[in-house]
């Protein structure tokens, strides 16, 4: 027993809550393909040279840099849950969202941002490395 009770199964066309939560998980989801796709090592040969973010991934203007710091502080600090149930294949991929989330954070605007954009994609995968290392050392 869970504490619910009167649950019930609804079609999202019918219940904006549920069409928000589509909506927000499928974004999630295709920023999660998009990384993992171009971080993919496609061959043994491919693997010798460490793959990183483009510069095309810190294209932003402030509207879209605004954006993500919003998506940043819903997942990490309005529902941090996603830190404790968040499993499935991507769940590398989730961790490496974070991390780019936590270091588009840290810019007030997309000049800023553009001015430093050639560190980005290496902090972004140290930081990604930290947390990975920590999640493994839980188990």
């Known amino acids: 027993y869970l ?3 009167k649950c019930i199964e609804m079609n999202s066309e019918d219940n904006f809550g549920i069409q928000m939560a589509d909506l ?3 974004l999630i989801t295709k920023l999660m393909r998009a990384m993992r796709k171009e971080l993919a090592y496609n061959s043994k040969y491919d693997a010798i040279k460490k793959h990183l973010l483009s510069s095309e991934w810190f294209e932003l203007n402030d509207t879209q840099l605004e954006m ?3 998506l940043y502080v819903i997942l990490t600090k309005y529902n941090d849950s996603f830190y404790k149930t968040y499993v499935s294949i991507y769940s ?5 969202l974070i ?3 936590e270091e ?3 810019f007030n605007s997309a000049k800023e941002m553009y ?3 050639k560190n980005i994609s290496e902090r972004i995968n140290d930081n ?3 947390r990975l290392r920590a999640m493994f050392n839980e188990f």
């Open 24 to 26: 927000f998980v499928g």
């Open 115 to 117: 001015t430093s954009r």
């Open 3 to 5: 504490g619910k009770y």
């Open 104 to 106: 588009l954070y840290t």
């Open 92 to 96: 590398d991929d989730f961790v490496y």
């Open 128 to 130: 990604a490395a930290i």
């Open 99 to 101: 991390s780019l989330l």
């Open 68 to 70: 993500y710091h919003k």
